[in-house]
T-cell receptor, first 112, second 111 residues
């Protein structure tokens, strides 16, 4: 079962930062936080992941609270192409495999 | 960069028929996962393989079986197809910190 809670939908103006929250209050010490997005019926696209430190890559930034019970995905300058369902997933990586339980995600609508 | 390859991309079958879906992971990825996404639903984990051995199992029906071969590609075999099996089937492969990279999916329609 999904261990995360996300708002069902959010709106963002094009060019502005999109901040997508995720609650994972029962996260274990060995569980990573992964973010994916799915555009229409395409395969989920990896965005970013982290364990306890904040992370940044060319797509987004991930802010994880000190107690690790919540995180925020930041898309710094949202474009219309960022309209998608965003999934926050927590999963432990051990013995070279893990499994993802997808919750309902957040439908991000980027508007002109 | 190479991505996960799935074939076929679309498949239409009749009820009670059999289907085989194939997945070719990203080179050097040795773990493969299968997910099912029904219409309007979120992806659901089915099964995973690491080094050709089943590593975990989710909500996979007994009518389905899967395996990973020596070249690390994987096949999902689905028998006695039902209307409810109509869905998108995604394969993913992963690397060292568990980031899974998903393929484009196979859309299965059962008539």
């Amino acid at each position: 079962d999904a261990k995360t809670t996300q708002p069902p939908s959010m709106d963002c103006a094009e060019g502005r930062a999109a901040n997508l929250p995720c609650n994972h209050s029962t996260i274990s010490g060995n569980e990573y936080v992964y973010w994916y997005r799915q555009i229409h019926s395409q395969g989920p696209q990896y965005i970013i992941h982290g364990l306890k430190n904040n992370e940044t890559n060319e797509m987004a930034s991930l802010i994880i609270t000190e107690d690790r019970k919540s995180s925020t995905l930041i898309l710094p300058h949202a474009t219309l192409r960022d309209t998608a369902v965003y999934y926050c997933i927590v999963s432990a990586w051990s013995s070279n495999f893990n499994k993802f339980y997808f919750g309902s995600g957040t439908k991000l609508n980027v508007k002109p | 960069a190479a991505g996960v390859i799935q074939s076929p991309r679309h498949l239409i079958k009749e009820k009670r028929e059999t289907a085989t879906l194939k997945c070719y992971p990203i080179p050097r990825h040795d773990t493969v996962y299968w997910y099912q996404q029904g219409p309007g639903q979120d992806p659901q984990f089915l099964i995973s393989f690491y080094e050709k051995m089943q590593s975990d199992k989710g909500s996979i029906p007994d009518r389905f079986s899967a395996q990973q071969f020596s070249d690390y590609h994987s096949e999902l075999n689905m028998s006695s197809l039902e209307l409810g099996d109509s869905a998108l089937y995604f394969c993913a492969s992963s690397e060292e910190q568990g980031q899974q990279f998903f393929g484009p999916g196979t859309r299965l329609t059962v008539l």
